[in-house]
């Protein structure tokens, strides 16, 4: 099994960028999709964004047009571009793979926490 780190998060102003990592223990290249998904206090988990192993992309809504995810199979990780930040945004975010389609996303890294400010 593949164990996932993020990293990158913090607190920043509304309208601000981060960039989050998610490092695999493992070859990222055999996987299927990698993605991330976010927690907020008092809602769902969410999909944010996908990645799946010949570079397509898929986004919510809200994340269309101000984040961007990414791969580097040679250094084993995804990554999230977060630009143009708004408070609901707020929120914990995970990094998941799944290994085929079929299995859907069922693992997940530890989180990261996201705040930006108003």
């Known amino acids: 099994q593949v164990q996932l780190v993020e990293s990158g998060g913090g607190l920043v102003q509304a309208g601000g960028s981060l960039r989050l990592s998610c490092a695999a223990s493992?070859?990222?290249?055999?996987?299927?999709?990698m993605g991330w998904y976010r927690h907020a206090p008092g809602k769902q988990r969410e999909l944010v964004a996908t990645?799946?192993?010949?570079?397509?992309?898929n986004y919510a809504d809200s994340a269309k047009g101000r984040f961007t995810i990414s791969r580097d199979n040679a250094k084993n990780t995804v990554y999230l571009q977060m630009n143009s930040l708004k408070p609901e945004d707020t929120a914990v975010y995970y990094c998941?793979?799944?290994?085929?389609?079929?299995?859907?996303?069922?693992?997940w890294g530890q989180g990261t926490q996201v705040t930006a400010s108003s």
């Open positions: 998941t793979y799944r290994l085929l389609p079929v299995f859907g996303f069922n693992n």
């Open positions: 493992g070859s990222i290249s055999r996987l299927n999709a």
């Open positions: 990645i799946t192993v010949d570079g397509t992309t």
